[in-house]
């Protein structure tokens, strides 16, 4: 089965953010980057198979899309990896590092790192089942399993069961002591662990993540690792994926600009007609588009004070792209008196 991995190229990924990636945001992410690899929220297998909502639902567009899982049960798992490939999804990858109480009470997550046979069992059963490739995404540890022999000892076990892509977040997790959000930044960032795995299984494809803020640090891992997954810069400055498809995958059609970008995510509100949906579900993706540019604040305050409440403005997107042009244009003028 893994030979199907080869037709993702994972150069660049966007991190599975819970409560972010949802499909309007990958949408919007996929009109910036038409190469960059998107992962869905985690999803667990118990919602998949119990829960009454679409937990697996996409938009065509989104392509190359993964899910993320969330579960321990192999033969659960192997359901909704079923299930996620008659989606059409491109990767089922199982979550092996979300630090959550919520992940802790139900055996999934960054506590499997201390059963690689529970996760082995996994993805041996899942990939005897589907044609799209099953990777695992991890931490380098967890409470005080933290040294490179108890990583590789998980690495190897997972491996030997037939996973060949791992995406390493380069934190250990406290699963006692530290809430999840403290996990994202307290446990120091250790990437030379990740070299290290890469160096010692050139077999393996090792995409590495945590702590990535720039495409430039981006080009310093991809010296040592196969692949770089970014996640909150992404979601606080979407357009920094605008160079991606030029810069690593060699593509050199133009990147859509700003406010091209708006007037599609305006037509792709007006399309939806989920009962439950708000213009708002899409927008407040969209607050960081204009980050560093004139006007960027004016853009987020409108989006956040009308996209809001009990009467939304329906044509939110154009009416916040009016309003910081506006107030973009008579900075302008302001500085060319100014300089006058």
């Known amino acids: 089965m893994s030979m199907s991995d080869i037709s993702l190229n994972r150069k660049i990924s966007v991190a599975p953010m819970l409560d972010w990636t949802d499909r309007h945001c990958r949408y919007f992410l996929r009109l910036i980057s038409r190469h960059t690899l998107l992962y869905t929220e985690m999803v667990t297998s118990g919602a998949i198979i119990y829960g009454k909502g679409d937990y697996l639902g996409f938009n065509e567009e989104e392509h190359p899309v993964a899910v993320q899982l969330g579960g321990c049960d192999p033969e659960h798992m192997t359901q909704c990896a079923v299930k996620s490939q008659e989606y059409g999804y491109d990767e089922v990858n199982i979550n092996v590092g979300c630090p959550s109480d919520r992940v802790k009470n139900g055996s999934f997550g960054a506590c499997l790192m201390a059963q690689p046979q529970v996760v082995a069992d996994c993805v041996k059963a899942m990939q005897a089942e589907v044609d799209i490739p099953v990777t695992v995404k991890c931490r380098i540890g967890i409470d005080d399993m933290d040294e490179y022999e108890d990583f590789s000892r998980f690495i190897d076990v997972v491996a030997g069961a037939g996973c060949d892509t791992f995406i390493v977040h380069a934190r250990k997790a406290w699963l006692q002591g530290l809430s999840p959000k403290e996990n994202r930044d307290i446990p120091p960032l250790n990437y030379e662990r990740v070299y290290q795995l890469k160096s010692q299984h050139p077999e393996l494809n090792i995409s590495i993540n945590g702590g990535i803020t720039s495409l430039e640090q981006a080009e310093g891992h991809l010296n040592q690792v196969d692949g770089v997954m970014i996640g909150r810069e992404v979601y606080s400055n979407p357009y920094i994926l605008a160079e991606v498809d030029k ?29 439950y949906f708000k213009p708002w579900h899409a927008a407040r993706h969209m607050l960081g588009l204009f980050q560093g540019q004139p006007g960027g604040r004016v853009w987020r305050r409108y989006l956040s004070q009308k996209g809001t409440g009990k009467n939304p403005d329906p044509n939110l997107l154009m009416n916040g792209l009016a309003a910081m042009q506006e107030t973009a244009s008579k900075a302008i003028e302001y500085q060319t008196k100014e300089v006058g």
Do not use: C, S
């Open 247 to 275: 810069r690593f995958y060699g593509d050199t059609a133009q990147p859509l600009d700003r406010a091209e970008i708006v007037r599609l995510m305006q037509a792709y509100i007006e399309r939806q007609d989920a009962p």
